[in-house]
């Protein structure tokens, strides 16, 4: 079972996205969703980004292979650290919902 985490940063960005946008569907991982107005969206690697030209902020979702969400809560809390990225949460991780976890970042991309 995969979980899923939503990162939420307010960080003005001016990243280049593709020009995906209405309906999302992933019927492997059994979830759809609809990209709000105004917003677009791209998949990089295993990561589905959406950014706004109106609004600071990206919405990163990505798929997480943990096994429970007390595991996935862990890992959240580490943040998310590469060459390019250093984004660690402020405030707490929560679990909204079955297999559903989210948190606020911020940090540079």
């Known amino acids: 079972m995969k979980s899923i ?6 960080v003005l960005t001016n990243i280049i996205f ?5 309906s999302v569907n992933y019927p492997e991982e059994g979830i759809s969703f609809t990209i ?5 969206g791209e998949e990089l690697d295993e990561v589905f980004v959406m950014a706004s030209n109106q609004e600071a902020g990206i919405i990163a979702m ?34 909204t919902a079955l297999n559903r976890v989210e948190g ?3 940090g540079t991309l």
């Open 5 to 10: 985490s939503f990162f939420f940063t307010m």
């Open 18 to 22: 593709g020009q995906i946008t209405g």
């Open 36 to 40: 709000p107005q105004q917003w677009i």
């Open 62 to 95: 990505l798929f997480h292979p943990a096994k429970t969400t007390d595991k996935l809560i862990e890992q959240m809390q580490e943040g998310l650290h590469d060459e390019l990225i250093n984004l660690y949460p402020v405030g707490g991780i929560s679990s």
């Open 104 to 106: 606020i970042y911020q």
